[in-house]
């Protein structure tokens, strides 16, 4: 008697999955080391209405900037132009991969009329992760009546040699939409050494109305005290609570 034969079947082999690509590296914000100001900016940075442009490009190991384009613009088209025709003259910190230079391609926001300062502020610390260098320029602090961005100061080149630590004090008036007007050094240690610093930094801060706000608050007097360590060991501003102008 023949036994019964079975016979083994062959399972079909599954599928194969294309291999997916690793995601790209996110476009970063680049960090100008050298930004000539053309007549065109200039006019530019004149203009009675708040405009911006988002160009990207890449910076080449030696810094220099290539193929800049506008990716958003509220510029006309002559001078969204004028302002590519700078950007081929800035200098990027470049990128690196290890301690090797390379190229890569970067972004970078421009910001012209009465509220460029702000405008850029809030660009930066809303998109803080996305800075290239340097890092933790810009930070978001809520405070009275107010949601405060704010530029943290740079340490002046010429004062790194010495690493000196230091403060300022400034008082300033917050205007209805948020700006700052009329900023003054109140005091400074060393004297002088880090005023330049502090004022540039401030006025750049805007002050959002906090939403539950349903009307803006009035002009506020604020006083604020920025303190300069040496890199590494940071900067940071303590603001005292804002008393009525």
Known sequence: MLGALVLGGCATPPALKPAQAPPAPPVLI??????????????????????????????FPDG??????????????????AVLAALRQWQFKPALHGTQAVTREFM??????????????????RNQPLIYEPENRCEIVSFGHWRIFRMNPEYPAKLLDQHLAGSVTLSFD???????QN?????STPPGA??????AAVR??????????????????????VTFNP???????????????
């Not at 926001?109 to 809030?122: N, S, V």
């Not at 917050?174 to 700052?180: I, Y």
């Not at 750049?204 to 005290?225: A, I, N």
Request: hydrophobic share 35%; glycine share 4%; net charge negative.
């Open 30 to 59: 680049g960090t100008p080391t050298s930004q000539p100001l053309t007549p065109e900016l200039q006019a530019l940075q004149g203009e009675s209405e708040n405009q911006q442009v988002l160009v990207r490009f890449s910076v």
């Open 64 to 81: 220099s900037v290539h193929q800049p384009r506008a990716v958003f613009t509220l510029l006309s088209p002559a001078d969204t132009a």
């Open 108 to 125: 970078y926001p421009l910001f012209f009329g009465p509220d460029a300062a702000q405008d850029r502020t809030r660009f930066y610390c």
């Open 174 to 180: 917050v205007d209805p939409h948020g700006r700052v």
């Open 183 to 187: 900023p003054k050094v109140v005091s």
């Open 194 to 199: 880090f005023d330049a610093a502090a004022l």
């Open 204 to 225: 750049q801060w805007y002050f959002e109305p906090l939403q539950e706000q349903k009307d803006p608050p009035p002009e506020q007097h604020v006083t604020v005290t």
């Open 231 to 245: 890199p590494g060991a940071g900067a940071r501003t303590n603001p005292q609570a804002p008393l009525p102008h």
